[in-house]
């Protein structure tokens, strides 16, 4: 299973404008500042060469000696990187000794527009978080959209030692397929018209070459968009570790399951790091 490659600059872009126009609507909501029991943390722009302006994201650091730092992806919702504000990432990643940096995606937040695949928008705030922490390890959690677009970056780039992904679709317009019939016509010419572009945003392809040396995924025993039999093939594809949380729908697994997804999280970026995860530059 060879690991695609990214399409053409004139189909990236138009195929990104498609999928823009394709993809759930959101309300314009102000984001929410975080809360004092989140302090201390910064405000900060993130350099972007993905498009025009900055990335905006959020500054955690560790509580006490550091020993690694991690990149959090959120998910398609209208409130961007203050998704992760609330069921305890950041407490529980800062206690135990990360730092954390929660990103906006362009046309999230203050980031500029989006332009091109959002998976340059990760690859841009893992090399912000390269200069940050430094010779630490760096990890990366994404959730849903976040995983997806993190997918393409993970399996070219070097200097990730692990991941986590929660509520991660091998395709997300598969997902758009359960969830939103009403595109279908509209996603099908996506795929006849921009086939590499397609065959780019497909998860399956590129989990068996995630250069990590430990990766989990998390999905919700009734999540309609994402069936628990995807996530445990793409951790097979991936050589990693799968958990289904009963009960839970999308997005659900965290409220359901808190403690046992906070304490996967934790296992696998040590699993990563004892297992001589990367640590050098990240390689574009």
């Not at 959120?74 to 990432?89: D, I, K, S, T």
């Not at 760096?138 to 991941?163: D, I, K, Q, T, Y």
């Not at 509209?186 to 590129?206: E, I, P, Q």
């Amino acid at each position: 299973m060879s690991i695609p490659s990214r399409p053409s600059a004139l189909e990236e872009r138009l195929a990104n404008r498609l999928f823009l126009l394709l993809s759930p609507r959101l309300p314009c909501t102000a984001q929410p500042a975080p809360l004092p029991v989140l302090a201390p943390f910064a405000e900060v722009a993130v350099p972007r060469t993905g498009g025009p302006g900055i990335l905006t994201a959020t500054w955690y650091p560790a509580e006490g000696p550091p020993r690694g730092a991690v990149l959090l992806l959120p998910p398609w919702v209208p409130w961007g990187r203050a998704y992760f504000h609330h069921r305890g990432r950041i407490a529980v990643l800062r206690e135990a000794g990360y730092h954390a940096l929660a990103l906006d995606l362009a046309g999230f937040g203050g980031s500029g527009p989006p332009t091109g695949f959002f998976d340059r928008d990760v690859e841009d705030g893992l090399v912000y978080l390269r200069r940050r922490a430094g010779s630490l390890p760096l990890h990366v959690w994404g959730v849903s959209a976040g995983g997806s677009w993190a997918h393409p970056v993970l399996s070219r780039v070097e200097g990730v030692a692990g991941a986590v992904f929660e509520d991660v679709a091998p395709h997300l317009f598969g997902w758009s397929w359960r969830m939103a019939p009403s595109g279908r016509p509209g996603y099908l010419f996506f795929r006849t018209v921009f086939r590499n572009a397609y065959r780019y945003l497909d998860a399956c392809l590129h989990a068996p070459g995630l250069r990590l040396a430990a990766v989990s995924y998390i999905g919700g025993e009734l999540d309609p968009g994402v069936l628990p039999a995807e996530t445990e093939e793409l951790a097979r594809l991936a050589g990693g570790r799968s958990l289904i949380v009963p009960g839970a729908g999308h997005l659900g697994a965290i409220k359901m399951a808190r403690e046992a997804v906070l304490e996967l999280a934790l296992e696998t970026f040590h699993q990563a790091e004892s297992g001589g995860g990367l640590r050098g530059s990240i390689q574009r």
